[in-house]
């Protein structure tokens, strides 16, 4: 019996290979070509991909932006803002998520203007009732990122930051809650 750990004896490389592994050989190279093309059209045609604009802002402006957003939206007794327009801003900041809880309806879409005050921050939306649905996105200082959104189905829809950003990372969540729309 030869060792796996030992090379094999005599010219081993030169050995031809037998028919049934070269089918196998190229099978498996053809399903990872066909995979790897999938991959390649999906990550460039799907609806996946969060899109949207980004722009360069001063902490000073986006504290304005989001006072000016906290200032006209209508606040329920919860604490919760009802949005004056399409406009819904979040912002990260160590511990907590600035604009939020939010209350929006359902097949409305909204512009959300996502960033943050110092640290990068993991911004993840899951609804409440299945925890294995959600999005992520990245969300940095400096950087105003508007992502189109819209929510087909009302509940509550859990905020989590999932980058870790210092000691109290794991208490850094929100709420939004979506509505049956008006339509």
């Known amino acids: 019996m030869t060792s796996p750990i030992k090379p094999p004896k005599g010219n081993w490389w030169d050995q031809p290979v037998n ?3 070269s089918i196998w050989l190229g099978l498996g190279v053809g399903w990872a070509l066909v995979l790897f093309g999938w991959m390649s059209a999906f990550t460039r045609i799907g609806d996946q991909n969060p899109i949207g604009e980004t722009y360069r802002v001063t902490e000073d402006e986006l504290r304005e ?15 919760a803002y009802v949005p004056d327009g399409d406009d819904v801003f979040v912002v990260g ?6 604009g939020l809880p939010v209350v929006l309806e359902t097949g409305r879409e909204y ?8 640290v990068q921050h993991g911004f993840s939306i899951r609804p409440e009732h299945a925890l ?7 969300v940095m200082p400096g950087e105003e990122w508007v992502v189109p959104m819209e929510f087909d189905e009302p509940g509550t829809y859990h905020v989590l930051c999932n980058e870790f950003c210092g000691e109290g ?5 929100g709420t939004i809650i979506v509505e049956e729309g008006s339509q």
């Not at 900041?93 to 600035?98: E, I, L, N, P, V």
């Not at 512009?111 to 110092?118: E, K, M, N, R």
């Not at 990372?169 to 969540?173: A, E, W, Y």
């Open 19 to 21: 028919r049934r592994e």
């Open 65 to 79: 932006k989001v006072d000016a957003f906290k200032d006209a939206a209508e606040e329920r007794e919860d604490g």
């Open 93 to 98: 900041q160590r511990f907590d998520w600035d």
């Open 111 to 118: 512009d959300f203007h996502l960033s943050s005050y110092d």
């Open 132 to 138: 294995s649905q959600q999005i992520n996105l990245h």
């Open 169 to 173: 990372h794991r208490g850094m969540h």
